[in-house]
């Protein structure tokens, strides 16, 4: 796996979670614009739109996901495990459409089931 998954995925997830705290956004608008803007980014310098887009806008679900129940550590762990999921379990679903949904949900589930089963829990921000 290379490091520019889990760090593209990070940013779209952090990036995601502070905007929709924001009080003209809410989490879809966030994950919408910041996709928009993540794509204009990618294509403008080449560097590969098509996918580092796609892991973008997977990041986005996990901060739209979580922002009222989650703190930065088990945003950081659920980013982290998606990006691994994305690496191997894309290949093997057909197409990118329920695939991203899939992995954002396997990964905050995941981690709300380690948090559940007693991890420790970071801290929510307000």
């Known amino acids: ?16 979670f502070f905007l929709a705290k924001h009080n003209r956004f809410d989490a879809i608008r966030a994950s919408a614009s910041l996709s928009i803007i993540a794509y204009l980014i990618f294509s403008a310098f080449n560097f590969n739109p098509a ?15 979580a922002p009222h129940r989650f703190g930065i550590y088990t945003i950081t762990s659920s980013a982290i495990i998606f990006s691994i999921l994305f690496e191997y379990l894309i290949p093997r679903l ?9 992995s954002a949900f396997l990964s905050v589930c995941i981690c709300h089931i380690c948090i559940t089963l007693g991890a420790p829990r970071s801290k929510k921000t307000q």
């Open 51 to 65: 996918l580092y887009s796609i892991i973008f806008f997977g990041g986005t679900f996990i901060g739209m996901s």
């Open 94 to 102: 057909d197409g990118y459409g329920g695939a991203l949904g899939i």
């Open 1 to 16: 796996m290379s490091l520019e998954y889990p760090l593209i995925t990070l940013l779209g997830a952090f990036l995601t």
